[in-house]
């Protein structure tokens, strides 16, 4: 996770040109922490204890529901927030002064390539963690 949250920061300054700290401490972007996390869980079980264990089954399922929830829940609750931060933006003169509303956290899912660029990331440190 770690790594992956070090790489959105070197990421962001090769493509964007600037220097983002903040990135290491948020949810979402390239690559995704959760799924390089849980695949390298999954990697290094399957090399410990066999593709057979019942630990490694265990990660599967646990990693394909985190996986799922990247791309699907968190990533539509990003959407939503994005689009109510639109209204509030768009309907502002409306709110009545001293109630400002907190800008919503859009980036909170990821996008496929995301997860797999996380995934792929997860097994190759899975890898080298487990053969430790």
């Known amino acids: 996770m ?71 829940v968190r990533r539509a609750a990003g959407k939503h927030a994005e689009i109510l931060n639109n209204l509030v933006s768009e309907l502002s003169h409306l709110i009545v002064e001293g109630k400002n509303e907190k800008v919503l956290k859009t980036l909170l899912g990821h996008t496929y390539p995301q997860v797999f660029a996380g995934t792929v990331l997860g097994i190759i440190i899975g890898y080298f963690f487990g053969k430790s």
């Not at 770690?2 to 300054?13: D, E, R, S, W």
């Not at 600037?18 to 972007?29: A, S």
């Open 2 to 72: 770690t790594i992956a949250q070090i790489l959105k920061v070197i990421l962001i300054l090769i493509f964007e040109r600037r220097l983002d700290f903040q990135r290491i401490k948020e949810t979402g972007g390239m690559p995704s922490s959760h799924s390089a996390t849980v695949a390298a869980l999954t990697t290094t079980c399957g090399m410990l204890y066999g593709m057979a264990s019942p630990y490694f089954a265990i990660c599967i399922i646990f990693g394909s529901i985190v996986i799922h929830d990247a791309t699907g």
